[in-house]
C-alpha cells in the first residue's frame, strides 16, 4: 500500500482481554498514538491485510441509532461537538466490549482505531487484531518473552467512507464478512446494513472479469477461454444457489495465477462484495454479445469474432455473418 496515497491523522489502539468463561475486560489508552514510523507501519499492514481478503460485505449505517449507536458518536466527533478521537475510540472500544460478551467471543486482541487520508478520501478504520506470544532477543543477546500483533488473525475491521457517510451514498462501509461468529460480531458492532444487489453486483463482477481479460494481453482464444470458464462457474453457482467466493473463482478461472486474478477481485476500485449469489441473466456478456437497434436484433458467441463466423468492419460500421442457416436463407429469399 503506497504510504503517499494513505496519510495516517490519527490514531488509538486499545486492548480488549477475553479469557475462557470471564467476561471482556478493557485497557484503555488515555491519548492518540505518536504518528511515528511504527504507528504509520501498523496502520499500513492493517490496511493491506484488509484489503488481501477476499470475503468483503459492504452496507450502510442502520437507521436505529440506540440499538447501533456507532452513527450517533461519528456524527459528534467530525462536528467536533464535544467528542474527540481519544474520547470517540473509548466508546467505540466499550462497545466492543459489551458485543463481545454478548457473542461469547473466545479471543480478545489490540482495537486498532484510525482516521486516515486515502488520496484525498477521509476514511475511519476500526479493527480488532489478534496478539501472539513471540520471542525477542536484546541487544545484550538475552532471549524473553514478548507479545507481537498478529497481523494474519485479523478477527475483524471495518472501513468507513466518511465522505460517502456525508453524502449519503448507498454504501460507504465495507468489512470483513470472516468466517462463522466473527464475521456477524464485526457487521452487528459497526451497526451495518449489508447492502448487497446481486444483479448489480453480478454486473460488476462481469466489467471487473472483463477489463482484467484485456489487461492479460492474451491470445484471443486464450482470452475467450478464460471468461468461459467465468461464466460456466458463475453459471453453476447462480443454478445452484450458491454464493461467489473469490478465491474459488480466482482458482478456477485463471488457474495459472489464480493470485494475480484474486488481487483485481479484491482492489478496492473494484467495490466488489462477495457473497453474493451470482445472476445467471447477468453473466451473459461473458460469452456473449447481444444488441438490438430499431428494426433489427442480434446475439452471438465471443468466439465467433475469431473464427470468422461474425466480422465486424469498424471503418464501413457493419457487421458480416456468415454460415446463414438454411432456413433462414428461405426467409430471406421469400421476403
Known amino acids: 500500500m503506497p504510504v503517499s496515497q494513505h496519510t495516517v491523522t490519527q490514531l488509538i489502539v486499545h486492548r480488549l482481554v477475553k479469557e475462557a468463561e470471564r467476561p471482556a475486560s478493557l485497557i484503555c489508552r488515555p491519548v492518540n498514538c505518536t504518528l511515528d514510523a511504527v504507528a504509520v507501519r501498523l496502520v499500513e499492514r492493517l490496511c493491506g491485510q484488509y484489503e488481501s481478503r477476499s470475503a468483503k460485505g459492504f452496507g450502510r449505517f442502520e437507521e436505529d441509532e440506540e440499538v447501533?449507536?456507532?452513527?450517533?458518536?461519528?456524527?459528534?466527533?467530525?462536528?467536533?461537538?464535544?467528542l474527540d478521537f481519544a474520547g470517540?475510540?473509548?466508546q467505540v472500544a466499550q462497545h466492543l466490549q459489551a458485543i463481545a460478551d454478548e457473542e461469547e467471543l473466545e479471543q480478545g486482541g489490540l482495537v486498532v482505531v484510525a482516521r486516515i487520508d486515502e488520496g484525498g478520501a477521509d476514511c475511519l478504520w476500526i479493527a480488532l487484531v489478534a496478539e501472539e506470544a513471540g520471542i525477542s532477543v536484546s541487544g545484550g543477546l538475552d532471549v524473553s518473552d514478548c507479545l507481537h500483533v498478529?497481523?494474519?488473525?485479523?478477527?475483524?475491521?471495518?472501513r468507513i467512507d466518511l465522505d460517502g457517510w456525508r453524502r449519503g451514498d448507498e454504501r460507504y462501509i465495507g468489512f470483513l464478512r470472516g468466517r462463522g461468529k466473527g464475521g456477524a460480531f464485526f457487521k452487528r458492532f459497526l451497526g451495518c446494513s449489508d447492502v448487497v444487489v446481486a444483479l448489480q453486483e453480478t454486473k460488476k463482477l462481469v466489467a471487473t472479469l472483463s477489463h482484467f481479460a484485456d489487461q492479460q494481453q492474451l491470445e484471443p482464444t486464450r482470452r475467450d477461454s478464460l471468461l468461459e470458464r467465468a461464466h460456466d462457474y458463475l453459471d453453476t453457482l447462480g443454478e445452484n444457489g450458491e454464493p461467489v467466493s473469490f478465491e474459488e473463482l480466482a482458482?478456477?478461472?485463471?488457474?495459472?495465477?489464480?493470485?494475480?486474478?484474486?488481487s483485481a477481485l479484491n482492489a478496492p476500485e473494484a467495490r466488489l462484495a462477495s457473497g453474493f449469489v451470482p445472476n445467471r441473466?447477468?453473466?451473459?456478456?461473458?460469452v456473449r454479445f447481444s444488441a438490438s437497434g430499431e428494426q433489427w436484433k442480434v446475439e452471438f458467441d465471443r468466439s465467433s469474432?475469431?473464427?470468422g463466423a461474425v466480422h465486424y468492419d469498424p471503418a464501413t460500421d457493419t457487421l458480416v455473418l456468415s454460415g446463414v442457416p438454411?432456413?433462414?436463407?428461405?426467409?430471406?429469399?421469400?421476403g
Open 305 to 307: 469474432l475469431h473464427s
Open 68 to 82: 447501533f449507536p456507532l452513527a450517533r458518536w461519528l456524527r459528534a466527533l467530525v462536528s467536533e461537538q464535544g
Open 281 to 286: 441473466r447477468a453473466i451473459r456478456p461473458l
Open 150 to 158: 498478529d497481523f494474519a488473525g485479523l478477527q475483524g475491521a471495518g
Open 88 to 90: 470517540f475510540s473509548q
Open 326 to 334: 438454411d432456413y433462414l436463407k428461405r426467409m430471406l429469399e421469400e
Open 251 to 262: 482458482r478456477e478461472v485463471y488457474p495459472e495465477q489464480p493470485a494475480r486474478l484474486g
